[in-house]
């Protein structure tokens, strides 16, 4: 695999601070396990395995713990979780705003994955519905996109339920007329995907990048009205005067987040989390890897920090030498 572009980064940064005195970062409570958050898709496990392997090869001892989206957050405030390494800004929790507000969790920095979410279609459903990307054109041809239990609606493929429901509220506050079901996970969400393409029935679905998917299947995203500051806060703005979000998703920030009391417990790793990068191109590799040729993840992060040794290796070793 090819030097991450975060890793490139961090080695500049530690290239500048040899100019500078170095004041060494402890490594802390060694003898704690750092317990990091797993949630429901791929691209997660791989941001968070990733991070979690550099904090091995720093020293530290690892464990990932499966946890819900929202509740997560409930967890790391009260320290019983410790970190979680992809919260996308379009369908934050609000469990992560009140624990933030709180003092109890600690937003340390963005990812640096280039990230959109929206609204897609499989392309074989341009021949039914010649109007499309336009959402207008989606909205006339919704009988198009109907099954048994949605008739005569439209039916849109939402998040899995822990996730949010941010397709249904814009088609809702849009007055598209879809009924938004939600998938039961991301593998299902693939799997519709997959069956629509092999069939070439209908497909509307909530969707985001990076993931593999987009690279190994045409599919188009829905035109939506621009995701702006005005449509989210101004009801007046857009097609419905009486609602906000009636547009796209806004444009997306990946962040990471800690438990408010991790890096006065760690702060050598306190310092490689805030600054660990991890590259879209990198991860949707990785996600390809496991995802569609089915390689073990464990073995596909592994070779990623083979790889990858030298830049992981500065990044620890400006952690600990700041």
Wanted: glycine fraction near 8%.
């Amino acid at each position: 695999m090819k030097l991450t572009k975060g890793f490139i980064a961090a080695a500049a940064m530690s290239a500048s601070l040899a100019c500078t005195p170095a004041i060494a970062l402890e490594m802390g409570a060694t003898d704690k396990t750092i317990k990091l958050a797993i949630n429901e898709w791929t691209g997660q496990h791989l941001s968070t395995r990733v991070a979690g392997a550099i904090l091995e090869r720093a020293g530290y001892s690892i464990e990932y713990v499966t946890a819900g989206y929202g509740p997560q957050f409930i967890a790391l405030g009260e320290g019983d979780l410790h970190a979680t390494m992809e919260i996308w800004t379009s369908n934050a929790p609000g469990q992560f705003a009140e624990a933030e507000s709180a003092g109890k969790v600690v937003d340390i920095g963005d990812l640096g994955l280039a990230a959109r979410e929206g609204v897609l279609y499989t392309v074989h459903m341009k021949e039914l519905c010649p109007g499309l990307p336009d959402w207008e054109a989606l909205n006339a041809c919704a009988t198009k996109f109907a099954s048994v239990e949605t008739l005569p609606k439209g039916r849109l493929l939402d998040y899995p339920a822990d996730w949010g429901s941010p397709g249904k509220d814009r088609f809702e506050a849009m007055g598209i007329d879809f009924t938004a079901v939600p998938a039961g996970s991301e593998g299902a969400l693939i799997t519709e995907l997959e069956a629509s393409i092999a069939k070439k029935s209908p497909l509307v679905m909530t969707f985001w990048q990076p993931h593999w998917a987009l690279a190994e299947y045409e599919t188009e995203w829905v035109a939506l009205p621009a995701g702006t500051d005005d449509c989210y806060n101004d009801p007046s703005w857009g097609v419905n005067k009486t609602a906000t979000g009636d547009c796209d998703f806004s444009p997306t920030r990946i962040f990471k987040v800690t438990w408010s009391g991790f890096s006065d417990t760690w702060p050598a790793a306190g310092d490689i989390l805030a600054n660990y990068k991890m590259d879209a191109g990198d991860q949707q590799q990785m996600m390809a890897a496991v995802d569609s040729r089915g390689e073990d993840i464990n073995a596909v992060v592994a070779a990623y920090i083979d790889a990858n040794a030298a830049s992981v290796d500065t990044l620890i070793n400006a952690a600990k030498s700041r």
